[in-house]
């Protein structure tokens, strides 16, 4: 049999994209891989590889799939391994052409993960078993030929009928010289006279007999034979003669231990099986079950042994909890194999529960009868997480596409009512009164602002954006809003050295305050939350955080004195809607980790039942920030500075344009109003064809239907180098705001901004 560790799978295809394809599912499985590109070298080589299996492309150029698969089953050693056509024919013709020509199964294209395992893995099993049962087959037939057992065939008339090899060994003649032959002709006179008397008192009483004989051979040897003797009947009822097995009882002890060795190998292959197997009689009695069973049921074989099988294979529906249909049972009714019914929990020993798949089946003897069941089943537990898990991925992806479309929309009316609230506050500025109820509605505002950043963080392909922060600040500002009005005690140790990093402020903001929203939880009755802040150095070597890269990180820490997580669980606190709260959504902890990971960052967690939690946060630190006196990130140009600038700005939205215009003004800027890109481009050359060119443009980056501010900024950039451009959108994490100098722009703002923000990206550029 196969001794090699590992399967050998032979893809042989001309198309490198389906090769890679396939490498990518097969990669990762433990199998060992060999690639041909045409099915000449595979003809050439397969001897050779010996694969265990052949995945073959169908259509290939010189030598097709069909040809190919012939001439390898033309070679009487190859003609065993299964060959899977690969194909996107699907005629039936097709199909039965490639079985025609050796072929075992199809894998259609385009490829699916989950078929291409299956069946590879079906074919290998089925190889396995046939390479098991030739083998079997092979030691029991040696075994046969090893045992020295005469068997012989008689008439009523004492004539031999026939007989085995052994018995050729034993008479000392060929079957051609016995038959028809009576034992005075066969046998020494010695032997002959006991063997024909014994045989004819069998006839005369018709009825099986079993006697030990001596038998003294002319050479002086005396062997001592158990010998069975039983009618033989014909088809009609009627006695034809008898037949004889003589056994010698010398070698018996060598053929029991030859059984008994063929069990254990039984037993073995039995307990290799990657299935749980159970094995049952006909009352329903458990007989054995495999390693994995064991495994699975939380049963021993010997404890389980004369055990009814629902005892051991209890299953339960995993909606209605209700006891499901014994498949046992079943099987021993109708005498079929019966499928195991999907969402079937099974009940371990230690009250636990897994979902199993597969099915039971009768087990027979060779006159066909049923003399008990086999159980075969496998844990899907994982297999049917992971598929919720896909489900709730693709539910997320698509809340974040609608979320990204309402954050934008609502962005832009948010920047209307600020900009318009800061511009009456101007004319107000007299009226106390106005006044405050003007920065009231402006805090509404940017509160509404920081909710839509929040929704920001479940989009897709969102970058943050970054800017320089101070943490201290940040983090018990966080804190300070989820405690206020608690019993929880927050303290702080804030390194006096502490490095600034670039991070986007609302999106870490958001992770401090889940964190102790999760910690305020955790103590409904009060208690104690220390919140530290410190500098790190992290080194390829000497790290005990592998995922983090070697460089310097600003460490949050987070420890409460809550109720601390279990660890059954502490590995799943950061799954996609894992919670444990009756009203969660499972999204807070998912949210930093996103965070995080977004900031090239790390979260780790450390627990302790009934004495809290504690949380870490590494954020990375840029080297050239790590100064006593870290220098301004943008230094003021003044010989640039004007007082009265020429601006572009480019928005879709009417209300948008008006609004920058009279926001401009306030500042003591003239503002030229553009739709689109293509408007912004002509007048930005009209301007610079009058003798006064634009000083800055401002521009939407999303306009539907019409050019964008990222393609625009292109076209500007190329007749003049030199222009000086900011970009504006209400997708607050779009890669090109948080890179905008990739793409051109000397500064980007993120609506709704304020006149303040307004004018600091101005004076930035100018």
């Avoid at 150029?61 to 024919?89: H, S």
């Avoid at 056994?247 to 039995?270: C, G, M, P, S, W």
């Avoid at 909890?321 to 020993?349: F, H, W």
């Avoid at 900009?419 to 009226?431: K, M, P, R, S």
């Amino acid at each position: 049999m196969n001794s090699r560790t590992n399967n050998v799978i032979l893809i042989v295809d001309d198309q490198p994209a389906s090769l890679r394809i396939l490498l990518s599912f097969l990669q990762d499985q433990q199998f060992e891989l060999r690639v041909l590109q045409s099915g000449s070298q595979a003809v050439e080589v397969v001897r050779e590889i010996r694969p265990d299996i052949i995945l073959l492309d169908v259509i290939m150029p010189e030598m097709d799939g069909f040809e190919t698969c012939r001439q390898i089953k033309k070679d009487r050693e190859l003609i065993d391994i299964p060959v899977i056509f690969m194909t996107a024919l699907q005629s039936v013709e097709d199909k039965i052409a490639g079985f025609a020509a050796g072929g075992v199964d199809y894998i259609t294209k385009p490829f699916q993960q989950a078929e291409v395992l299956a069946r590879v893995s079906t074919h290998l099993s089925l190889k396995k078993t046939r390479e098991g049962l030739r083998y079997q087959k092979s030691m029991l037939e040696s075994l046969l030929n090893s045992i020295q057992d005469p068997i012989y065939f008689k008439d009523l008339h004492n004539h031999y009928l026939g007989c085995n090899r052994a018995f050729e060994n034993f008479s000392g003649k060929k079957e051609l010289e016995i038959l028809g032959k009576t034992d005075e002709a066969v046998l020494p006179s010695e032997i002959a006279s006991s063997f024909c008397r014994a045989d004819q008192e069998m006839l005369t009483v018709c009825t099986t007999s079993r006697t030990e004989e001596t038998v003294a051979r002319p050479d002086g040897r005396v062997e001592i034979f158990d010998v069975l003797k039983t009618p033989y009947i014909g088809p009609d009822g009627n006695l034809l003669g008898l037949i004889g097995i003589c056994r010698n009882i010398n070698e018996l002890k060598q053929a029991e231990r030859q059984a008994a060795e063929e069990r254990e190998r039984l037993r073995v292959t039995l307990h290799s099986i990657g299935d749980g197997v159970i094995a049952t009689d006909v009352y329903g009695k458990i007989t054995s079950l495999n390693k994995v069973a064991e495994q699975l049921t939380g049963w021993l074989n010997d404890e389980a042994i004369g055990l009814p099988s629902t005892t051991i294979f209890h299953i339960v529906d995993e909606n209605s909890n209700e006891p499901c249909t014994d498949p046992v049972q079943q099987v021993l009714a109708l005498g079929i194999m019966t499928d195991i019914k999907n969402g079937s929990l099974l009940v371990c020993r230690d009250g636990s529960r897994r979902s199993i798949a597969d099915s039971c089946a009768p087990i027979r003897s060779r006159e066909e009868r049923i003399i008990g069941t086999v159980i075969v089943f496998r844990d899907v537990t994982h297999e049917k997480e992971r598929i919720k898990e896909l489900i709730k991925i693709k539910e997320l992806e698509s809340v974040s596409l609608l979320a990204r479309g309402i954050a934008h929309d609502f962005n832009n009316i948010l920047l209307a009512i600020l900009g318009n609230i800061e511009l009456a506050a101007q004319t107000v500025a007299d009226d106390p009164q106005t006044t405050a109820l003007l920065v009231s509605a402006q805090k509404a505002v940017d509160r509404a602002s920081k909710l839509v950043d929040q929704l920001a963080i479940f989009t897709k392909g969102g970058e943050p954006v970054k800017e320089l922060i101070t943490l201290p600040e940040l983090i018990q500002e966080s804190a300070d809003i989820i405690l206020h009005g608690s019993q929880i005690i927050c303290k702080y140790e804030f390194a006096d050295d502490l490095w600034p990093i670039k991070a986007d402020s609302s999106q870490i903001s958001q992770v401090i305050q889940n964190i102790i929203v999760n910690a305020k939880h955790a103590m409904p009755n009060g208690g104690n939350i220390m919140i530290r802040c410190n500098n790190v150095r992290i080194s390829s070597v000497s790290s005990s955080q592998p995922s983090l890269h070697e460089g310097c990180f600003a460490c949050i820490s987070i420890e409460d004195s809550g109720t601390g997580i279990s660890p059954e669980i502490i590995d799943k606190i950061f799954d996609l809607h894992f919670t444990t709260k009756p009203d969660g959504n499972g999204l807070g902890l998912v949210i930093c980790q996103l965070v995080i990971k977004r900031h090239q960052g790390c979260i780790t967690v450390q627990s302790e039942l009934d004495k809290g939690s504690v949380f870490t946060v590494y954020l990375p630190v840029t080297q050239s920030l790590i100064s006593p006196c870290p220098q301004p990130l943008l230094p003021q140009n003044e010989a640039r500075q004007r007082q009265t600038a020429r601006i572009i700005v480019m928005d879709d939205d009417q209300m948008l344009r008006d609004l920058a215009k009279a926001q401009l003004r306030s500042l003591g800027h003239e503002a030229f109003l553009a739709v689109d890109g293509e408007e912004a481009i002509r007048l930005y050359h009209e301007l610079q064809e009058s003798g006064s060119p634009a000083d800055l443009v401002i521009m939407d980056l999303t306009i539907p239907g019409g050019m964008g501010g990222q393609e625009a900024a292109k076209k500007i950039l190329l007749f003049d180098p030199e222009a000086r451009l900011i970009v504006a959108s209400g997708y607050s994490d779009d890669p090109v705001l948080a890179d905008y100098k990739k793409y051109g722009f000397q500064a980007a703002i993120a609506k709704p901004f304020s006149l303040a923000e307004l004018r600091q990206a101005i004076t930035t550029v100018l």
